[in-house]
């Protein structure tokens, strides 16, 4: 089956520091690739849908200055937690969509000290 | 109104019971319908997509009944290993531009020994 990676899985920063996720479809080309956020014991929330070669869509609430989504090719979205601060600490998945199947990657869990 | 309803659970169930789980949807234009099963800290994966007629995959049953806009998850036989969370998914497609996937907040399955 199609299979996504992200990386890294893991991250811990500093207050302040801007980290960046990386998102890429192994088999496929994915035209829109999909951002969540997962806290603790709560369902997945979509932050953005990242579409090949235009700007991101955000859902509501969701600042765009915070985080920056580049989908610069068919097989990489990038998302960018800038001056992440603790209350940015939380599970974000990425997934990318194959016809009408969406894929995730494995995670990244980013702790903010 | 949640575009995706799901009763959060938990389910308790002993090994080789068998399971249901409903979901409801209330957009009437969605068009694919999926199952997905999420892990303790892991990515949701796909367990199965649901087909108008019903399909059956091992042990898993999945229904759709477009006319109550509700979808449901038969599993039969449990497992100690089915002990997860199940997340209801519906795809809406509307144009060219429009093409979301609306998660459930997920039913957590415990199955004991």
């Known amino acids: 089956g199609a299979v996504v990676s992200q990386h890294p899985s893991r991250v811990i920063c500093k207050s302040g520091t801007s980290v960046k996720i990386e998102c890429r479809s192994l088999d496929f080309q994915a035209t829109t690739m999909f951002w969540y956020r997962q806290f603790p014991k709560q369902s997945l929330m979509l932050m953005a849908t990242s579409n090949e070669g235009s700007k991101a869509t955000y859902e509501q609430g969701v600042e765009k200055d915070k985080f920056l989504i580049n989908h610069a090719s068919l097989t990489l979205s990038t998302l960018t937690v800038t001056s992440a601060h603790p209350e940015d600490s939380s599970f974000y998945i990425c997934?990318?969509?194959?016809?009408?199947?969406?894929?995730f990657g494995a995670g990244t869990r980013l702790s903010v000290l | 109104r949640k575009e995706v309803e799901q009763d959060p659970g938990p389910f308790n169930v002993p090994e080789g019971a068998t399971v249901a789980f409903n979901c409801t949807y209330s957009n009437s234009a969605s068009q694919s319908f999926f199952w997905y099963r999420q892990d303790c800290r892991k990515e949701p994966k796909l367990l199965m997509s649901v087909y108008s007629s019903g399909n059956e995959d091992g042990r898993f049953t999945a229904q759709l009944n477009r006319a109550s806009q509700y979808i449901s998850l038969l599993i039969r036989d449990s497992k100690l290993s089915d002990s997860a969370t199940y997340l209801c998914?519906?795809?809406?497609?509307?144009?060219?531009?429009?093409?979301?996937?609306?998660f459930g907040s997920g039913t957590k399955l415990n199955v004991k020994p």
């Open positions: 998914v519906v795809n809406i497609r509307a144009g060219y531009n429009f093409n979301k996937f609306y």
């Open positions: 997934s990318a969509r194959d016809y009408s199947i969406q894929y």
